[in-house]
């Protein structure tokens, strides 16, 4: 992983110049959490310009990280950032909170994240996450594998709102994906076997062979569909 960042850094720094700013490392592989096989390297780039013609200088090395199965890197100047921290609280919070600084000063240490707005996100991305969960099984072909491969892709950005949901509730919330988990079904009375299956087996703690992937679906489905209702009704009453 080490190697890969510095890499990224210098072909950054060698195609960007004086416009790269800052370069921050976020998500998984800087809470602890990060799993080579099922976590990504997720960055974000501070720059001076973002303009068609700095992006176009900035491709070639986003092509060749995103060839390496990394997600391209995010581009924002700071300015751009500030004025996006009320719309994207529940990624900032995260990236102020677990953050490495590969390139430049940290500017997240003094980054101001608006809350006003983070209820309602967490609201909306809750529903929009479960949506996409039920589409992505509704058109997926019955094979365990593909079921298997739609928890696995999911789990994560359910735990990020998980953890974010009890927040906004006022309730601790704890920064690893499994407390997470078992966090929000005490606070909504939900099964959590399926997450904790999933999480279980994305940790190499249990084979593919020795999960009954149906049924994990099943009460998969069903813990993210109790969460989000219950989430739901206790912020509109709240």
Not at 13 to 34: C, P, Q, R, W
Not at 125 to 136: C, G, I, P, V, Y
Not at 209 to 238: C, G, H, P
Request: contains cysteine.
């Amino acid at each position: 992983m080490e190697t890969k960042l510095s890499g990224l850094v210098g072909r950054l720094k060698s195609a960007a110049g004086d416009n790269l700013k800052a370069v921050v490392l976020y998500g998984s592989a800087a809470t602890g959490e990060f799993i080579e096989q099922h976590s990504d390297l997720n960055v974000l780039c501070i720059v001076e310009r973002a303009g068609a013609a700095d992006l176009e200088k900035l491709h070639p090395v986003a092509e060749s990280w995103m060839g390496e199965g990394n997600p391209a890197p995010l581009i924002f100047t700071l300015d751009e950032l500030r004025r996006s921290a009320d719309v994207f609280a529940i990624e900032l919070l995260d990236m102020k909170n677990h953050h490495r600084m590969l390139h430049g000063e940290d500017f997240l240490e003094h980054l101001d994240v608006p809350l006003r707005l983070h209820r309602l996100q967490v609201e909306r991305e809750l529903r929009t996450n479960w949506l996409r969960l039920r589409q992505a099984v509704l058109a997926a072909p019955h094979k365990k594998k593909i079921q298997l491969g739609i928890m696995l892709d999911s789990v994560a950005a359910f735990c990020v709102l998980f953890r974010h949901a009890l927040m906004a509730l006022g309730h601790p919330a704890p920064a690893g994906k499994r407390d997470a988990v078992q966090a929000i079904a005490k606070v909504a009375g939900a099964n959590p076997s399926g997450f904790e299956s999933i999480l279980d087996f994305r940790e190499g703690k249990r084979k593919e062979k020795d999960i009954d992937i149906e049924a994990t679906l099943q009460t998969y489905l069903e813990f993210v569909e109790v969460v989000t209702n219950d989430v739901d009704r206790q912020l509109e009453t709240s």
